[in-house]
């Protein structure tokens, strides 16, 4: 069974860069797609965007200007870095796997423990 | 991207079944059967309970069932146990190839 683990600093500064990497264990990172989704305080989950084993990555809309996902194959990881984060960033960030080799659509069944990404100065 | 739209909260007796319902638009849920459903425990990383409509992963309980009517999906839990008290989030494949989630639902069993 393929096991994520999220890792990165706990606390990041306003208008700064929040930077965090996905270690993939267990399983290679081939073939599937590798997404970040966070879930603030008290709210519900979004979706931040994704990288494809070939590079490839897409991202949501509403943080597109600010979001660059990367994949780094020898190491088996994935990483986030979010810029000119504010307040409203703070979220529990989580690393997953899609549930299907080479398709996006139909879930994420492999998830890390999410890792609380606090913004304040 | 508008969030899907989930009742904040279901509650049902031990035994019963309950049904928690996600409605969208026709850029995502009405445009392809590619809605997921994830059970979350505070605390723990979510798990993933039905993909693609109504498809269970290896290994979940047929006590969980999905199913979709135009832009509205519904998961519905049979034969409630104690267990299943947890936040139930659903998600859906959109036009633009993006992911979109719901506000989620807290699931009280009484």
């Known amino acids: 069974q393929v096991q994520l683990q999220e890792s990165g600093p706990g606390l990041v500064k306003p208008s700064e860069t929040l930077s965090l990497t996905c270690t993939v264990s267990?399983?290679?990172?081939?073939?599937?797609?590798w997404t970040w989704i966070r879930q603030p305080p008290g709210k519900g989950l979004e979706w931040i965007g994704y990288?494809?084993?070939?590079?490839?990555?897409d991202y949501n809309p509403s943080l597109k200007s600010r979001v660059t996902i990367s994949l780094d194959t020898s190491m088996n990881q994935f990483s986030l870095k979010l810029t000119s984060v504010t307040a409203a960033d703070t979220a529990v960030y989580y690393c997953?796997?899609?549930?299907?080799?080479?398709?996006?659509?139909?879930?994420?069944?492999?998830w890390g423990q999410g890792t609380l990404v606090t913004v304040s100065s | 991207q508008s969030a899907l739209t989930q009742p904040a909260s279901v509650s049902g007796s031990l035994g019963q079944s309950i049904t928690i319902s996600c409605t969208g638009t026709s850029s995502d849920i009405g445009s392809y059967n590619f809605v997921s459903w994830y059970q979350h425990h505070p605390g723990k990383a979510p798990k993933l309970i039905i993909y693609?409509?109504?498809n269970r992963p290896s290994g979940v309980s047929n006590r969980f069932s999905g199913s979709k009517s135009g832009n509205t999906a519904s998961l519905t839990i049979s034969g409630l146990q104690a267990e299943d008290e947890a936040d139930y989030y659903c998600s859906s494949f959109t036009t633009r190839s993006t992911v979109v989630f719901g506000g989620g639902t807290k699931v009280t069993v009484l």
């Open positions: 693609d409509v109504s």
């Open positions: 990288v494809y084993y070939s590079g490839s990555t």
């Open positions: 267990r399983g290679s990172i081939s073939s599937y797609y």
């Open positions: 997953a796997r899609s549930s299907h080799l080479g398709e996006f659509s139909s879930g994420f069944d492999s």
